[in-house]
T-cell receptor, first 114, second 120 residues
Framework: ETGVTQTPRHLVMGMTNKKSLKCEQH?????MYWYKQSAKKPLELMFV???????ENNSVPSRFSPECPNSSHLFLHLHTLQPEDSALYLC?????????????FGSGTRLTVV | AQKITQTQPGMFVQEKEAVTLDCTYD???????LFWYKQPSSGEMIFLIY??????QNATEGRYSLNFQKARKSANLVISASQLGDSAMYFC?????????????????FGSGTQLTVLP
């Protein structure tokens, strides 16, 4: 248990489905992140939430929709995905303005789009 | 723009020997932080070690040490006395220390990773 919990661990969905990834952190951090890790590619930052406000959206297609209802929970809503969206989706959290610059990552959701 | 380069897609090391994983970075900002993470096949990213750009000494954490050469912009990870459980993907990452008053979260940028295999 890393302090950042992601569910589900594995997800297979069709291109017409709608699903959501969930991330929960119990560390008291105030910033949360979604990263995408495709095979043979560096991790790509998708979204950043700082104090529940979205501060970054790195040109992510609208079929990915983030939601941060509070500082402990982060969702990634998925709809009409493409096969190339198959990847490991990692959530992370950090405590801004504390002098501790570490990110804590969850175990990821391995998504397969068929 | 900041950039992280890991030139070794794969490395092999004999158990109990030391191994160095290379990382170079590029930034014009004088204030930054460098991280190494380990990613086993299960997928989670495990924090290993951190080096701040103003730190005078190289960071060490148990069997991990960071060979920080600021002028060369390199931050190589040294793993001493390799163990079979060290077999994993290793990522170098960099973060810019934006001002406390900026109100925006910092961003961690990753290199492409090095797959380390420890041989018995």
């Amino acid at each position: 248990e890393t302090g950042v919990t992601q569910t589900p661990r594995h997800l297979v969905m069709g291109m017409t489905n709608k699903k959501s990834l969930k991330c929960e952190q119990h560390l008291g951090h105030n910033a949360m992140y979604w990263y995408k890790q495709s095979a043979k590619k560096p991790l790509e930052l998708m979204f950043v939430y700082n104090f529940k406000e979205q501060t970054e959206n790195n040109s992510v297609p609208s079929r990915f929709s983030p939601e941060c209802p509070n500082s402990s929970h982060l969702f990634l809503h998925l709809h009409t995905l493409q096969p190339e969206d198959s990847a490991l989706y990692l959530c992370a959290s950090s405590q801004e303005s504390s002098g501790n610059y570490g990110y804590t990552f969850g175990s990821g959701t391995r998504l397969t789009v068929v | 723009a900041q950039k992280i380069t890991q030139t070794q897609p794969g490395m092999f090391v004999q158990e109990k020997e030391a191994v160095t994983l290379d990382c170079t970075y590029d930034t014009s900002d004088p204030s930054y932080g460098l991280f190494w993470y380990k990613q086993p096949s299960s997928g989670e990213m495990i924090f290993l070690i951190y080096q701040g750009s103003y730190d005078q000494q190289n960071a060490t954490e148990g069997r991990y040490s960071l060979n920080f050469q600021k002028a060369r912009k390199s931050a190589n990870l040294v793993i001493s006395a390799s163990q079979l459980g060290d077999s994993a993907m290793y990522f170098c990452a960099m973060i810019l220390k934006v001002g406390e008053s900026s109100g925006s979260a910092r961003q961690l940028t990753f290199g492409s990773g090095t797959q380390l295999t420890v041989l018995p």
